[in-house]
């Protein structure tokens, strides 16, 4: 028995979902620059120093794939050394990183997907959320996210990229396919 002979369909969705043109949303992050999370106020999130970033965020309401980036990989190191101390410092913050990996020299630091939607109870869409998390200002430290705001002083620059409402089925597919190429320094994949 062949595999593809079980699968094939979904084979040529998935192709065809993934030939289509779709449109890459680029911010820089400055993390040295960001509010702690005592100065952060989630309600005036938009007139902030991330106003732009959460105002084109809420647009996206497809499922998307993003990930964080550096310029290159000369602190991937430093980067591993500090999320490794983060992580045994569990009496300061309370705050759960992304899974160490094997990667060692890598510009990427986490990859990550989210199913499109918005949320009721604060109206941001699904992407602004999750990434909401990762900056580290989300009120529920045991929800993972990278917690930039904590232990973060680089440049980086987050990527997405929002994908049909079809591809929603194979979002993990399409995160391991860039875990596979990126080879982030965080995260399971």
């Known amino acids: 028995m062949k595999l593809?002979?079980?699968?094939?369909?979904?084979i040529n969705?998935?192709?065809?979902?993934?030939?289509?043109?779709?449109?890459i949303y680029k911010f820089d992050i400055d993390c040295s620059k960001m509010p702690s999370y005592e100065d952060f106020?989630?309600?005036?999130?938009?007139?902030t120093f991330f106003s732009n970033l959460f105002i084109e965020l809420d647009k996206l309401t497809n499922p998307c794939i993003y990930w964080?980036?550096?310029?290159?990989?000369?602190?991937?190191?430093?980067?591993?050394?500090?999320t490794d101390s983060f992580r045994k410092d569990k009496s300061i913050?309370?705050?759960?990183?992304p899974a160490k990996n094997k990667n060692l020299l890598s510009k990427y630091l986490y990859v990550g997907i989210r199913?499109?939607?918005?949320?009721?109870?604060?109206?941001?869409?699904?992407?602004?959320?999750?990434?909401?998390?990762?900056?580290?200002?989300y009120s529920v430290g045991s929800t993972q996210g990278l917690q930039l705001a904590y232990w973060s002083k680089y440049k980086l620059k987050l990527s997405v990229i929002e994908l049909p409402k079809e591809?929603?089925?194979?979002l993990n597919i399409i995160e391991k396919f860039y875990?596979?190429?990126f080879k982030p320094l965080l995260g399971k994949h």
């Open 4 to 10: 593809q002979n079980n699968i094939t369909s979904e």
């Open 13 to 23: 969705n998935f192709i065809t979902i993934i030939s289509g043109e779709q449109t």
């Open 41 to 47: 106020d989630f309600w005036t999130r938009k007139e």
């Open 68 to 82: 964080f980036e550096l310029d290159d990989d000369s602190f991937s190191q430093e980067i591993k050394e500090r």
């Open 93 to 97: 913050h309370k705050r759960t990183i």
């Open 115 to 137: 199913k499109g939607g918005v949320r009721k109870k604060d109206g941001l869409s699904n992407i602004a959320s999750r990434v909401f998390h990762h900056l580290g200002y």
């Open 167 to 170: 591809a929603e089925t194979y």
């Open 179 to 181: 875990a596979i190429k």
